[in-house]
């Protein structure tokens, strides 16, 4: 069995193209289609007194989420607005604030509302100081009592029954993703036909090798570069592109799993049911562009209303692995609630594995 997998890898090597064109289909469609909001808003900024970088003004500036405040000096800040490198520049004082517009755009007035807060807030704390002295425990126990306030407030969206939540640049990466990878199994899969009709497993089997381990060997394979092929596009969106995963990027990539196990089965089915190339590659790209636009790859299945389309959804496995990718991301489920779309698949990998190889021992010995 080792020995097929390391002629299996080397002819990958030799021959990778089927898996970098997949690849980088999934990349192009998920970049262009679903785009990224992932990057931060950077903001140049600078100060005529250098000891505002060190106050609160600067501690606060720091702490804040979503927008990159860089620092430096006045005139390179006005450079990097020149020549359009920058939407927009802050120069602060110590009670008031220079904003300049490069390019005028809704960062504009956010970043004026977050610097006009910081400058209220240091105001009130001023106050604060000149009534009861300058007592810095006064400040500090304000501070504590902000970060843990005796009341909670929590706050809450209304959401009609059977709403959903939509992120258009995860659900196209995880669907272009889970869509192109089919294509990549099935054509690994694929010479497991080619050689039975070519006789060549008839010459293997008087070798030591068992049956058994050419099936696990070729279906490993198929199922390591399929896996590989969806590593590495997520580690492209997460790593270089910025997409943060809801944080959970560790747990999406190892509930992929399941996911790819089910395709490989589907793969050894379709395998088991055609019997020449030419009836595979007919059929491999119908099946796959079905399964993707009834799973939900192209648009939200929540917006379905076909009865006869949800019903077939429930028999396809994208459907469960783009439910368990937005699950623990985009909604957050615990591992818990996602067993029932887990379990499904790999109940379909079980079965159709078995009919798979039940149906080519069958036909094509």
């Known amino acids: 069995m080792i ?44 100060t005529v007194d250098k000891q505002i970088k060190d106050s609160y003004i600067g501690e606060q500036l720091e702490k804040e989420e979503g927008i990159n405040f860089s620092w430096m000096s006045e005139e390179q800040l006005r450079e990097k607005i020149e020549t359009g490198k920058a939407e927009l520049g802050v120069v602060l004082d110590n009670n008031t604030y220079q904003i300049i517009v490069g390019i005028d755009s809704h960062n504009t007035g956010l970043v004026e509302q977050i610097i006009s807060r910081i400058y209220y807030e240091k105001q009130e704390q ?160 119908i099946l796959a562009i079905s399964m993707a636009m009834i799973g939900g790859a192209y648009w939200p299945i929540e917006i379905v209303e076909s009865k006869i389309l949800l019903l077939l959804a429930k028999i396809n496995p994208l459907t469960y692995g783009l439910e368990i990718l937005k699950g623990i991301t985009v909604y957050s489920y615990s591992l818990q609630e996602l067993l029932l779309p887990i379990s499904i698949l790999v109940l379909m990998g079980v079965v159709m594995m078995g009919l798979g190889i039940h149906f080519m021992e069958r036909r094509h010995i």
Request: without cysteine.
């Open 126 to 285: 001023e106050k604060i100081l000149t009534i009861v002295g300058q007592d810095e425990t006064v400040i500090e126990e304000l501070n504590h009592a902000l970060e843990q306030p005796v009341f909670e407030i929590e706050s809450a969206t209304f959401r009609g029954e059977g709403a959903f939540i939509y992120d258009n640049s995860l659900h196209r990466i995880f669907g272009f993703s889970l869509f192109f990878v089919i294509y990549t199994i099935a054509y690994n899969v694929l010479p497991i036909l080619i050689e039975k009709r070519g006789g060549i497993w008839d010459r293997l089997i008087l070798s030591p090798v068992k049956k058994s381990e050419m099936y696990i060997a070729n279906l490993l394979f198929s199922f390591l570069t399929g896996y590989f092929q969806v590593l590495v596009i997520f580690f492209f969106f997460r790593f270089v592109i910025g997409v943060n995963f809801y944080g959970r990027f560790v747990e999406t990539i190892l509930l992929l799993i399941p996911y790819v196990f089910a395709i490989v089965a589907l793969a050894i089915l379709v395998t088991a049911l055609v019997k020449k190339v030419q009836q595979f590659n007919a059929v491999l790209p």
């Open 3 to 46: 020995g097929i997998l390391i002629a299996k890898f080397k002819n990958f090597i030799r021959n990778p193209w089927t898996f970098l064109i997949f690849t980088g289909m999934s990349l192009l469609m998920a970049f262009i289609f679903g785009g990224t909001n992932a990057q931060e808003v950077y903001i140049p900024i600078s």
